[in-house]
């Protein structure tokens, strides 16, 4: 069986070069997602031991549809570290990156610890500022595609995000599981949501994310960010034509790259 730190390897090897690589699962059967997720942290740790800060969280197959299609029954997570925040209303260097793919987001500035266990109601206490977001993933393996421990170890497909101007209290906003989002590629619709595709509830999400950290030992802090699922499916991010994700009460963000 393959070990995390050679998994690990693997994938910081693949961003810096920018070169997709086969998932693990092909020649290894069977990975365990506690393998998986201590892949991820030897992935994420080299970033930290390059002078990145460790910034927030981010969650993934939070909507049951994607959770089914997976087969499974939980979300995961990642981590958001300084050099993945892309600057608003700038172009993305898809130099950078290997095949980037968009998915607008509702997301999270934590003003306070969320201490287990979490709620819906706990979490928007805690929270300073919800903002629109888009999610640029970035799969470093090819054609992305990928088991569930691949793709945990792979941080979760993290690759950049780039938050909106905008930002909210809580209770400046509607119910955050009737909060709107339009996605648009090149001006033309491309998929409908609402907040309550993540989990019913955003802040659900969020909820979850900190109980599963506080099982081992870890939690989300104050001043964390956290992205709390895709409200639609992902869609390319190529050069030339913009993805923009407009949000009920905060605004627009579009992305695009040079």
């Given at each position: ?80 570290t300084s050099g993945m925040i892309a600057g608003y209303d700038a172009p993305v260097d898809r130099s950078s ?39 640029i993933l970035d799969s470093r393996y090819h054609d992305f595609r990928f088991t569930l421990p691949d793709v945990i170890a792979d941080n979760a497909s ?101």
């Open positions: 069986m393959i070990e995390a730190k050679d998994m690990a390897s693997q994938l910081i090897a693949a961003e810096a070069e920018r070169a997709a690589i086969p998932p693990f699962s092909d020649s290894h059967a069977g990975i365990d997602t506690d393998t998986a997720y201590a892949a991820q942290w030897e992935f994420v740790q080299s970033k930290l031991d390059a002078g990145e800060q460790l910034t927030g969280a981010k969650l993934g197959l939070t909507s049951r549809a994607k959770q089914e299609a997976m087969n499974v029954a939980e979300p995961l997570y990642g981590w958001i990156l290997i095949h980037p793919r968009a998915e607008p987001e509702i997301a999270f500035l934590l003003g306070r610890d969320v201490a287990a266990p979490a709620t819906v109601t706990s979490v928007l206490a805690a929270t300073d500022a919800i903002f629109a977001a888009v999610d993290g690759g950049r995000v780039v938050l909106g101007p905008q930002a909210r209290r809580p209770d400046e906003l509607v119910d955050l599981r009737l909060l709107g989002c339009v996605l648009r590629a090149g001006g033309e619709v491309v998929a409908t949501a609402a907040g309550a595709a993540t989990l019913g509830h955003p802040a659900a999400a969020v909820a979850w994310l900190a109980n599963r950290l506080a099982a081992q030992g870890r939690s989300l802090r104050a001043g964390m960010l956290v992205l709390s699922g895709g409200l639609t499916a992902p869609v390319p991010l190529e050069p030339g034509t913009a993805i923009t994700a407009e949000f009920d009460g905060l605004g627009s963000v579009e992305v695009y790259c040079r």
